[in-house]
């Protein structure tokens, strides 16, 4: 299904659109509050921009060292060209270490790679342990969002499934005792798990790091109680220095939700004795996308969602309505390049009114992107053309679509054409919207008279 | 010679000129008042935006081609619409062979109140226009053209519109709950996305509404079309004004 | 051809034009570091304390199993502790020494040899994190100035308890951590 269909879907209950449209401006505003907060905000953009733009242009020679460093430290790298080879390595470890259930933190990337399915598939246990992705995983869903993936539920559909999962008591919403519910039943998930995922939110070159960011401390909890550790890192997510994680953290979640920093920023640099670490480096169509000039820049993305808390059209058609990993406006850049005709109508969802742009906090140019992929997808689409034809045929669009061949085309269109045409379901803008009054001149005809 | 006696040449956006012809009026006399010498070239047509947003901005060539011709010997080109201004500056396709040409005009054309402001730099129009006023941020003007200060940004607060307005006699300046959010007209996707246009039109209509907003104003009639559209449908009695008719009528 | 050189190869094949690394600037900090810092840890939904206020909350008998890994508090240690983090699931409270803290966020810095078990400050039921109050810098740029290239395997900042707003954007203390975060701030 297109995003419009899905988006009209999200909007036929009110109460909730309404409600996820506040709650996400909310997070917006706590975001633009606290980045006014800081005098040099706008500077640390520029810099973490120019840092990104620096890892593009070595990306190779960023992934070598972090990959020597890594290995020199005791990690175990591993290189997968695309999501059916990273899900094979980490089942590979797995099997190695006859473990049959994980614990797993939050990791857009293993989402993408679609991981959960396949490991579940060939036998394994995969538990999610942040709150928002165990909800949803329990209810078979993907996270609508990536920082807030339960945001599309209310606390009434979590209290249903904790009462059906974890056995809570009926009709209690309270999220204290939700919260708490699943902090117990988490809890025995991460003391009997032998091996623990974690996504990664920078893999440092110069010390072969990697930073993972969370306010649960779920990604901790999981990786120092189990022997195993398997870190999954898009090959984006390379930064030069460990003096560089000053500029990007500053502006992660302050971008993602408004705090100064999250809770738990852990280095993880060398495995505890007797325990291991591995790290899959991950393609999938990045490199793809770096060979795309135009569209490269995506790549610089930190994942804070800031990009979706203030777009008008995510606030108020939701995560599914995307319908790939990544939603909103960043999404709706990175996801043709995986798959156009699937993600075709995701660079229209959106009126280029380009918050994003300016909430970003790496300054990826992200409604400028959406436009060049608009040109993109007409040329691989010619069919687009036509329905587009069919919405504009007898709305306000004549105007300027008409204008070259003729303007009085559709002056004389309009009205000749009764109310009931123009009102029908045939004319879109008309639906619930009324045309402008036609005035008894143009302008033009006006000036001849009135100036020459 | 003063920037009023260059030679200016009103750009008028091909819906306003077909749709609103007192806006385009508006403007026209607006900028005479302020001394300028106007004129409206007659072989203008569209500047070729709604097709370029819509994923065809190779077809376009022709009308940018023509674009550049029509405007290219004034000085000045001056429109009433952020949208259509930031399209021939940012989207319109290079034309080869007249790239000192389109890259002059780039230069030269502006929308009206950052003319006002920015080019003929008038501080504040002295007038009257006792009312209550919303003023609607267009998107391409605020975050392309950067007509005032974006909500996203940690920088100096302005607003050029509000300034030429907020010290006209009578005139009560609104303050929004979402000062620049957009309001879902967005080119065709207003009727490619038209559930959703229609959702942010009628949250952006309420958001004045609450602030009890007599007239709304902006500087792009497509955004105020689409607004007056869905306000007319649901019997909302809010009034709509271009920022040009209201600095007109307020020096008149 | 293996799937690193496969990806080097593709990398390689993409042409780049250099850009350069900027320099990162000294931001300067207007206020007091130690009342930044206090008001950043209160903000994180942790609590700042005195070291007179920490005993007599320790002497109050609140906490059942209590393990310090500083010398300072270590009469108050009651379990013993393994090579095991397993066993600390019903550790009550941990106490541990801060080497520094950042004044813009309350962050706190840790290395492996601060917490000895790298599951302690996440599976203790409560947290303590000893700091001296002259141990605090600006920013995180002069927090990373002072971590330097250190070689520790682990390094933490926590900034407060274990916290989440998953339900409907209500924030819960304790979600899978620490439910508490105390900074006893020394030299105050």
């Known amino acids: 299904m297109s995003h419009p269909i899905q988006a009209a879907e999200f909007l036929q209950d009110q109460a909730k659109s309404k409600w996820h449209d506040e709650t996400l401006w909310f997070v917006r505003d706590k975001r633009d509050k606290i980045s006014k907060s800081v005098p040099e905000w706008e500077n640390l953009r520029d810099l973490a921009s120019q840092i990104k733009d620096n890892v593009l242009a070595n990306l190779g020679k960023y992934l070598e060292e972090f990959e020597k460093n890594a290995k020199a430290n005791n990690i175990h790298v591993h290189w997968a060209k695309d999501a059916e080879e990273h899900n094979r390595i980490v089942l590979g470890i797995l099997q190695e270490k006859r473990c049959k259930a994980i614990v797993k933190s939050k990791s857009i990337l293993t989402e993408e790679c679609h991981l959960n399915p396949y490991l579940e598939k060939n036998g394994v246990e995969v538990v999610d342990t942040d709150l928002g992705e165990r909800i949803v995983q329990f209810l078979n869903q993907a996270p609508s969002h990536i920082v807030l993936p339960a945001i599309h539920l209310k606390k009434?559909?979590?209290?249903?499934?904790?009462?059906?999962?974890?056995?809570?008591?009926?009709?209690?919403?309270?999220?204290?005792?939700?919260?708490?519910?699943?902090?117990?039943?988490?809890?025995?998930?991460?003391?009997?798990?032998?091996?623990?995922?974690?996504?990664?939110?920078?893999?440092?070159?110069?010390?072969?790091?990697?930073?993972?960011?969370?306010?649960?401390?779920?990604?901790?909890?999981?990786?120092?109680?189990?022997?195993?550790?398997?870190?999954?890192?898009?090959?984006?997510?390379?930064?030069?220095?460990?003096?560089?994680?000053?500029?990007?953290?500053?502006?992660?979640?302050?971008?993602?939700?408004?705090?100064?920093?999250?809770?738990?920023?852990?280095?993880?640099?060398?495995?505890?004795?007797?325990?291991?670490?591995?790290?899959?480096?991950?393609?999938?169509?990045?490199?793809?996308?770096?060979?795309?000039?135009?569209?490269?820049?995506?790549?610089?993305?930190?994942?804070?969602?800031?990009?979706?808390?203030?777009?008008?059209?995510?606030?108020?058609?939701?995560?599914?309505?995307?319908?790939?990993?990544?939603?909103?406006?960043?999404?709706?850049?990175?996801?043709?390049?995986?798959?156009?005709?699937?993600?075709?109508?995701?660079?229209?969802?959106?009126?280029?009114?380009?918050?994003?742009?300016?909430?970003?906090?790496?300054?990826?140019?992200?409604?400028?992107?959406?436009?060049?992929?608009?040109?993109?997808?007409?040329?691989?689409?010619?069919?687009?053309?036509?329905?587009?034809?069919?919405?504009?045929?007898?709305?306000?669009?004549?105007?300027?679509?008409?204008?070259?061949?003729?303007?009085?085309?559709?002056?004389?269109?309009?009205?000749?054409?009764?109310?009931?045409?123009?009102?029908?379901?045939?004319?879109?803008?008309?639906?619930?919207?009324?045309?402008?009054?036609?005035?008894?001149?143009?302008?033009?005809?006006?000036?001849?008279?009135?100036?020459? | 010679m003063p920037e009023n006696k260059k030679h200016i040449a009103l750009f008028i956006p091909c819906y306003v000129d077909q749709f609103y012809p007192k806006v385009a009026i508006a403007t026209l006399e607006l900028l005479e008042k302020l001394g300028c010498q106007v004129t409206y070239p007659m072989g203008q047509t569209c500047c070729g935006q709604p097709m370029a947003n819509a994923g065809y901005e190779r077809d376009t060539v022709a009308t940018t081609k023509h674009f550049i011709r029509i405007f290219k010997d004034f000085d000045y080109v001056v429109a009433p619409s952020g949208s259509c201004v930031l399209h021939v500056k940012e989207h319109a396709p290079?034309?080869?062979?007249?790239?000192?040409?389109?890259?002059?005009?780039?230069?030269?054309?502006?929308?009206?109140?950052?003319?006002?402001?920015?080019?003929?730099?008038?501080?504040?129009?002295?007038?009257?226009?006792?009312?209550?006023?919303?003023?609607?941020?267009?998107?391409?003007?605020?975050?392309?053209?950067?007509?005032?200060?974006?909500?996203?940004?940690?920088?100096?607060?302005?607003?050029?519109?509000?300034?030429?307005?907020?010290?006209?006699?009578?005139?009560?300046?609104?303050?929004?709950?979402?000062?620049?959010?957009?309001?879902?007209?967005?080119?065709?996707?207003?009727?490619?996305?038209?559930?959703?246009?229609?959702?942010?039109?009628?949250?952006?209509?309420?958001?004045?509404?609450?602030?009890?907003?007599?007239?709304?104003?902006?500087?792009?009639?497509?955004?105020?079309?689409?607004?007056?559209?869905?306000?007319?449908?649901?019997?909302?009695?809010?009034?709509?004004?271009?920022?040009?008719?209201?600095?007109?009528?307020?020096?008149? | 051809m293996s799937s690193r050189d496969l990806i080097l190869s593709k990398i390689k094949a993409v042409p780049l034009e250099a850009k350069n690394l900027p320099t990162i600037p000294e931001f300067e900090f207007e206020g007091d570091l130690k009342a930044r810092f206090i008001a950043s840890i209160l903000a994180n939904k942790g609590e700042v304390i005195t070291k007179a206020e920490f005993f007599s909350l320790l002497d109050s008998g609140v906490f059942e199993k209590v393990y310090s890994h500083i010398e300072d508090f270590s009469s108050f240690t009651n379990i013993k502790i393994t090579e095991d983090a397993h066993q600390l699931n019903d550790l009550n409270l941990a106490i541990i020494r801060g080497q520094f803290g950042v004044a813009e966020n309350g962050a706190i810095w840790l290395e492996d040899q601060d917490m000895g078990l790298r599951a302690l400050p996440f599976i203790t039921e409560h947290l303590v994190i000893v700091l001296d109050s002259e141990n605090l810098v600006a920013n995180m740029h002069q927090a990373y100035d002072r971590i330097g290239l250190q070689e520790s395997g682990f390094g933490l900042f926590i900034a407060g308890p274990s916290k989440t707003a998953d339900i409907e954007q209500s924030l819960v203390i304790g979600a899978h951590g620490a439910k508490s975060l105390r900074v006893v701030l020394l030299n105050l």
């Open chain 1, 156 to 452: 009434k559909d979590i209290s249903e499934i904790f009462h059906e999962k974890l056995h809570t008591e009926k009709g209690n919403e309270d999220p204290d005792y939700l919260t708490h519910a699943a902090r117990i039943h988490l809890r025995e998930k991460f003391l009997s798990a032998k091996v623990a995922i974690t996504g990664v939110n920078f893999g440092v070159a110069e010390t072969g790091e990697f930073v993972v960011c969370t306010n649960e401390g779920n990604a901790d909890m999981g990786v120092h109680l189990a022997d195993v550790h398997i870190a999954c890192m898009g090959i984006e997510k390379i930064i030069p220095k460990r003096a560089h994680l000053g500029v990007f953290l500053r502006l992660l979640a302050r971008s993602a939700t408004g705090q100064s920093v999250t809770n738990y920023t852990s280095h993880f640099r060398s495995p505890s004795p007797g325990k291991e670490i591995h790290i899959v480096l991950v393609d999938n169509g990045r490199t793809a996308q770096l060979a795309r000039p135009k569209f490269k820049n995506s790549l610089k993305c930190i994942r804070c969602g800031a990009c979706m808390n203030t777009c008008p059209i995510y606030r108020r058609s939701g995560g599914f309505s995307y319908e790939s990993t990544v939603p909103g406006p960043i999404g709706s850049i990175l996801s043709p390049g995986i798959d156009l005709q699937k993600h075709s109508s995701l660079p229209f969802a959106s009126t280029l009114c380009g918050s994003c742009t300016d909430v970003c906090p790496v300054k990826i140019n992200i409604h400028e992107q959406l436009y060049e992929w608009r040109q993109e997808i007409t040329k691989a689409q010619p069919d687009r053309a036509k329905s587009l034809a069919m919405k504009i045929a007898n709305g306000v669009f004549a105007v300027p679509f008409a204008y070259n061949l003729s303007g009085n085309m559709m002056r004389g269109a309009l009205k000749i054409l009764p109310d009931s045409i123009t009102y029908s379901g045939l004319n879109t803008w008309g639906k619930q919207r009324d045309l402008p009054e036609l005035p008894k001149e143009s302008f033009k005809d006006w000036y001849k008279k009135n100036r020459k």
């Open chain 2, 94 to 252: 290079a034309i080869a062979g007249m790239e000192k040409e389109q890259s002059e005009l780039h230069d030269k054309i502006f929308e009206l109140t950052e003319f006002l402001t920015d080019v003929l730099k008038i501080e504040n129009i002295k007038g009257s226009f006792p009312h209550r006023v919303g003023y609607h941020a267009s998107c391409h003007g605020q975050r392309g053209l950067r007509l005032s200060a974006s909500s996203e940004l940690n920088q100096t607060p302005f607003n050029k519109a509000k300034q030429l307005m907020v010290n006209l006699e009578g005139l009560e300046w609104v303050e929004l709950k979402r000062k620049d959010e957009c309001c879902g007209f967005g080119g065709t996707f207003a009727v490619s996305e038209e559930a959703l246009s229609i959702q942010m039109g009628k949250d952006r209509l309420a958001d004045h509404q609450a602030q009890q907003v007599e007239i709304l104003t902006g500087g792009d009639m497509s955004c105020i079309m689409h607004l007056q559209g869905i306000a007319k449908r649901n019997g909302n009695p809010i009034q709509f004004k271009h920022i040009a008719e209201i600095l007109n009528e307020a020096i008149s």
